[in-house]
Nanobody, 122 residues
């Protein structure tokens, strides 16, 4: 099993930046694809970004392309989400997720963190 803990959320003004971290424990994430999802109040959970287990491939929702960057540090067993040029529509609880081997843009991931709140003010 893999335990995932997100951190780095908070309150930021529109146009600002935040860096989220996802620390994994229990197993190495080296053979897992990793993803970030988010859920705003009253809305369903949506895909944000994912990275393959090799780190060779990344995927982004259209809404965050050019603004968000996912990266991974397998040695440190950590995944990051750098969020720049934040918009109020980015306000949501952000969840880190892990899936064995193959990255997808679906929510069929095996392990999920507890989430971290990101609030973007105008």
């Amino acid at each position: 099993q893999v335990q995932l803990v997100e951190s780095g959320g908070g309150l930021v003004q529109a146009g600002g930046s935040l860096r989220l971290s996802c620390a994994a424990s229990g197993r190495s994430i080296s053979t897992y694809a990793m993803g970030w999802f988010r859920q705003a109040p009253g809305k369903e959970r949506e895909f944000v970004t994912a990275i393959s287990w090799t780190g060779a491939n990344t995927y982004y929702a259209d809404s965050v392309k050019g603004r968000f960057t996912i990266s991974r540090d397998n040695a440190g067993n950590t995944v990051y989400l750098q969020m720049n040029s934040l918009k109020t529509e980015d306000t949501a609880v952000y969840y880190c997720a892990a899936k064995w081997m193959v990255a997808t843009m679906n929510d069929d991931y095996n392990y999920w963190g507890q989430g971290t709140q990101v609030t973007v003010s105008s």
